[in-house]
C-alpha cells in the first residue's frame, strides 16, 4: 500500500465525516454527539475502502463496513447512554447503494434491460450487507458492549 494511497482513503474519509457530521446536524442530533455521529462515518467508509483496496468485492467491503460501524454505534450508545440509531445512520450513510440504484433508473430509462437487471442486483446485494452487518450486531445483548465500564456510574 503506498503512501498516495493512504492519503487518499484518509482524505475520502475526512469528507465522510464532514458528510455524517452534516447530515447529523440536520437531523437535529444533540450537538455533544456531532462528533461520535461523523467519526461513525469516518470509520465506516475508512473500512470500506481498506477493504475493497485488499478484496475488491463492494458486498464484503459493505458487510464488513457495517458491521463496524454497528459495532461502534453499540458501544458509543451504551457509554453515552444514547439511542444506538443516534450513531449508526449516520454511520450507514455513506454505504448506501446510492449509485447502483442510479445506474439501475439509467438505465432502464434506456432501455438497457441487461444493465438494468445487473445494476439493480448489485443494489439489492449492497443493500442486503448492510442489513445482514446490521443485524449481526444488533442481535447481540446490550451488556455485551460493556468492554470498558461507564465512568462515573457505580453498578
Do not use: D
Not at 446536524?25 to 473500512?47: H, Q, S, T
Not at 470500506?48 to 459495532?71: F, P
Not at 457509554?79 to 444506538?84: C, D, Q
Not at 449492497?126 to 458492549?145: D, M
Amino acid at each position: 500500500m503506498t503512501e498516495i494511497t493512504i492519503k487518499l482513503i484518509l482524505f475520502q474519509a475526512a469528507f465522510s465525516f464532514v458528510a455524517c457530521w452534516g447530515y447529523s446536524i440536520i437531523c437535529n442530533a444533540p450537538r455533544k454527539e456531532l462528533l461520535y455521529c461523523g467519526i461513525n462515518g469516518f470509520l465506516g467508509w475508512f473500512v470500506y475502502m481498506l477493504v475493497m483496496m485488499y478484496n475488491g468485492q463492494a458486498v464484503t467491503a459493505t458487510l464488513l463496513a457495517t458491521v463496524a460501524v454497528t459495532a461502534v454505534a453499540r458501544f458509543l450508545s451504551y457509554h453515552r447512554e444514547a439511542p444506538s440509531i443516534l450513531y449508526h445512520i449516520p454511520g450507514v450513510l455513506p454505504l448506501v447503494p446510492g449509485a447502483a440504484v442510479y445506474n439501475t433508473m439509467q438505465a432502464a430509462i434506456k432501455g438497457n434491460i441487461l444493465s438494468t437487471y445487473s445494476n439493480a442486483l448489485t443494489g439489492f446485494k449492497l443493500a442486503g450487507a448492510i442489513g445482514i452487518g446490521s443485524l449481526l450486531i444488533l442481535v447481540l445483548p446490550y451488556r455485551t458492549f460493556e468492554i470498558i465500564p461507564r465512568f462515573g456510574r457505580k453498578k
